[in-house]
């Protein structure tokens, strides 16, 4: 089963709810894991997930930690270009994660759908090999 993180800036909330309602189709079977506010705002409309701590208390560090440990498999992090926060270094560090552990990483709602398409298709070519041996 794919975990899949997710994390929005305030502003971006409501299109990450858009695009998971739009494609929950795509997303049977998947583990959606959220920094705090993202959660509670996800969960308000309607939309299951774990809960993490909030980003600025330590969910960026969370998110990067279970990178590590081959837990995460796909993030999406919608941020908002007018927000500096002073815990950009966790921002950085999860971004590096992502690229040490070649974890697909999706900063708007284009590249997300790309990267999900992109496991559907995975997958189903790893089904296919699997019925063919």
């Avoid at 502003?11 to 189709?25: G, I, M, Q, S, T």
């Avoid at 409309?45 to 995460?72: A, F, V």
Wanted: net charge neutral.
């Amino acid at each position: 089963m794919q975990n899949i993180a997710l994390i929005a800036h305030d502003a971006k909330k409501p299109e990450l709810v858009r695009f998971l309602k739009e494609h929950e189709d795509w997303l049977p079977g998947v583990n959606l894991l959220a920094t705090g506010r993202t959660a509670e705002f996800l969960e308000e409309q309607g939309i299951k997930c774990r809960h993490l701590s909030p980003g600025k208390s330590g969910g960026y560090n969370e998110i990067t930690e279970m990178i590590g440990k081959g837990e995460i498999d796909i993030v999406i992090f919608l941020r908002d270009h007018k927000v500096v926060q002073p815990h950009h270094e966790d921002i950085r560090r999860l971004l590096e994660a992502c690229n040490v552990n070649n974890i697909p990483l999706a900063t708007n709602k284009a590249t997300a759908e790309l990267v999900i398409l992109g496991l559907i298709r995975k997958e189903s070519i790893e089904r296919m090999k699997r019925n063919i041996d």
